[in-house]
C-alpha cells in the first residue's frame, strides 16, 4: 500500500503544478514561457486521466469565459482513494 500512497501524493503534486502553470501560461513574457514549457511537459500525464471526467462534467461557461472543473473532482477522487486505502 505505501507505494501506491506515495505514487497518488506524487500525481496529485503534478496535477497541482499542471493546474498553475495553464493559469500562468495566459501571462506574456519569461513567465508564460516557462509555464508553457511546463504545460507541454505535464499534458501527457494529465490529459489521459482528466479525460473521462471532461466527458461527464462539461465545462461550466461564465459569459466568454470556460472554466473546467475536472482538475477539481480528479484532486477529491485522488483524496478519496488516499483516505480509503492510505
Same mark, same amino acid.
Given at each position: 500500500?505505501?507505494?501506491? #500512497? ?5 500525481? %496529485?503534486? @503534478?496535477?497541482? @503544478?499542471?493546474? @498553475? %502553470? =495553464? ?6 513574457? *519569461?513567465?508564460? %514561457?516557462?509555464?508553457?514549457?511546463? /504545460?507541454?511537459?505535464? %499534458?501527457?500525464? +494529465? ?7 471532461? /466527458?461527464?462534467?462539461?465545462? $461550466? ?8 472543473? =475536472?482538475?477539481? @473532482? $480528479?484532486? +477529491?477522487?485522488? *483524496?478519496?482513494? *488516499?483516505? =480509503?486505502? #492510505?
Amino acid at each position: 500500500m505505501g507505494i501506491v #500512497c506515495i505514487l497518488l501524493r506524487i500525481y %496529485s503534486f @503534478i496535477l497541482l @503544478i499542471w493546474v @498553475i %502553470s =495553464s493559469w500562468l501560461a495566459a501571462f506574456p513574457g *519569461q513567465a508564460g %514561457s516557462l509555464a508553457r514549457r511546463v /504545460n507541454r511537459l505535464l %499534458s501527457p500525464l +494529465v490529459e489521459p486521466v482528466l479525460r473521462p471526467f471532461r /466527458n461527464l462534467l462539461p465545462t $461550466l461557461r461564465m459569459g466568454a469565459v470556460g472554466l473546467d472543473l =475536472s482538475p477539481l @473532482i $480528479l484532486f +477529491v477522487v485522488i *483524496q478519496v482513494i *488516499q483516505l =480509503s486505502i #492510505c
